[in-house]
């Protein structure tokens, strides 16, 4: 290992924050010293998960997954993780092995385990795999706290299960307790595209023919009540999260001046825009030039984005709207709940609000560009057999918005983007999410008929669509 490296103890990183140059050296120390060379995970002053190269005591170097916990849960988190994956491995469930782990009071833990090369987290082709998987660890008295499609990776046909610090067991070797069951496959489901819960049925057979001990006690209609609960959990957690810094978001400006949110991934890319979009919209291409709205295609270090202005007309306008969330404010939030449950839109990047003693003004939302056809130009009127992909895709998008009881408010075509054999849902303002049934059923049937007047009411595709959404 290069000695011109900078050596940090783990110590070092409680005041890290999330920049920690690389490649680093890092000393272990009772194993010698871990050169880390790529981070794929940073909870500042706590956690910081890398891939690096690790000497081992017979002096081989191999490629390793370091977990450094640090700060004042370090020894909780420390203990939890090295319990979990002596679990994983006491009950024979495929996991990488624990290679090394120490804890020193005062300074922090580290554990190392095998990197699993060219692994990924299954997809939705690799569910029924996931079922199975989950279903064993079932069978085996244990469950994981934390269970989503990262915590399962793919390696040549084997999934593993992945962060011991999650893995908790009931009784270990003896089938896992039906509602204990229930409730984490739904947490699994529910971390998916709600597209898939059509096909929770065929999943729950699954489940049953790999862990009957359990499964045999599980219904179809309480598996989609699990599901259901843990989703709006789920929800109402990344909608938190989307106002405050945290590792996906970070917080520009915060106060009765002025708020600015921006995907962390993005912002770098963005920050002209942040600073001026007045003039990046002047300068760029102008798509609507409303009362109320005005939007504009911009280019920004090579890449497309829209921003979308919140006008105030006058004085009386300004008044009626000052006391509210702004209309920017529910399409950042519904942009993102749709991207949560897996709905194709626009990927909402960045929202600025104007305010003045927290009574709000004009508004931005920063978005990606979605460069395909709408619905409209897509489909001409007349066109049935030629287009099935695309109707079928219709009824799909229908199915999704009812499961999720969204309605989006204003179904016109040209709101419906072709995106990857999918339709992509924009122009969000009007979303609403409905907790009561009933208020969801009257503004699905407003969108259903919305949408119906995009074509002559005599045409075949009219009258094929009102037989799509009825059905």
């Not at 891939?51 to 939890?80: E, M, N, S």
């Not at 990262?150 to 896992?176: E, K, S, W």
């Not at 509210?324 to 709905?343: D, F, M, T, V, Y």
């Not at 040209?414 to 049934?437: P, T, Y």
């Amino acid at each position: 290992m290069s000695a011109a490296l900078p050596v940090l103890c783990l110590a070092d990183l409680v005041h890290s924050g999330r920049e920690v140059a690389l490649p680093v050296e890092i000393a272990l120390a009772s194993a010698g010293v871990l050169r880390l060379e790529a981070w794929l995970r940073i909870l500042p002053g706590r956690r910081y998960v890398g891939r690096g190269v690790w000497r081992d005591a017979a002096g081989v170097r191999r490629q390793v997954l370091a977990k450094l916990l640090v700060g004042k849960k370090a020894a909780r988190q420390f203990a939890r993780e090295r319990d979990g994956a002596r679990l994983l491995a006491a009950q024979g469930l495929p996991a990488p092995p624990l290679l090394a782990a120490e804890y020193a009071a005062g300074s922090g833990g580290w554990l190392l385990f095998p990197f699993l090369e060219n692994a990924r987290a299954p997809g939705e082709e690799e569910l029924d795999m996931a079922v199975r998987a989950i279903a064993h660890l079932h069978a085996r008295g244990l469950w994981q706290e934390d269970l989503h499609p990262d915590n399962l990776l793919l390696q040549d046909g084997q999934l593993y299960f992945v962060d011991g610090g999650g893995i908790r067991a009931q009784t270990p070797g003896q089938a896992l307790s039906s509602p204990r069951a229930l409730d984490n496959l739904g947490m699994f489901y529910a971390q998916w595209p709600i597209r898939v819960e059509a096909g929770l049925s065929g999943a729950l057979a699954l489940y049953r023919a790999q862990n009957p001990a359990s499964g045999g006690k599980m219904h179809l209609p309480a598996l989609q009540r699990a599901v259901s609960r843990q989703r709006r959990a789920r929800l109402r957690d990344w909608l938190k999260k989307i106002t405050r810094e945290c590792s996906g978001f970070c917080l520009r400006k915060k106060g009765a001046f002025g708020f600015c949110a921006v995907r962390r991934d993005k912002e770098e890319i963005i920050a002209p825009l942040l600073e001026s979009p007045d003039a990046h919209i002047d300068a760029g291409h102008l798509c609507k030039d409303g009362g109320t709205a005005t939007v504009a295609r911009v280019e920004v270090s090579g890449q497309t984005f829209v921003i979308k202005r919140y006008n105030i007309k006058h004085f009386f306008h300004a008044l009626s709207r000052c006391w509210r969330r702004s209309r920017a404010w529910r399409a950042w939030r519904e942009g993102n709940r749709l991207l949560a449950l897996g709905i194709p839109t626009a990927r909402p990047l960045a929202i600025i609000e104007r305010r003045w003693c927290w009574f709000s003004g004009v508004a931005y939302l920063i978005m990606e560009d979605l460069p395909g056809e709408d619905i409209l130009h897509r489909l001409q009127a007349g066109e049935v057999a030629a287009n099935a992909a695309e109707i079928d895709a219709v009824g799909a998008l229908f199915s999704d918005l009812r499961r999720a009881r969204l309605s989006h408010g204003d179904m016109k075509g040209n709101n419906l983007i072709w995106q990857e054999n999918r339709w992509a849902l924009i122009d969000l303002d009007a979303m609403r999410a409905h907790r009561q049934r009933l208020t969801f059923e009257r503004a699905h049937r407003r969108d259903c008929r919305r949408f119906l007047r995009n074509w002559p009411p005599d045409s075949p595709l009219a009258h094929h669509f009102c037989k799509l959404i009825e059905k």
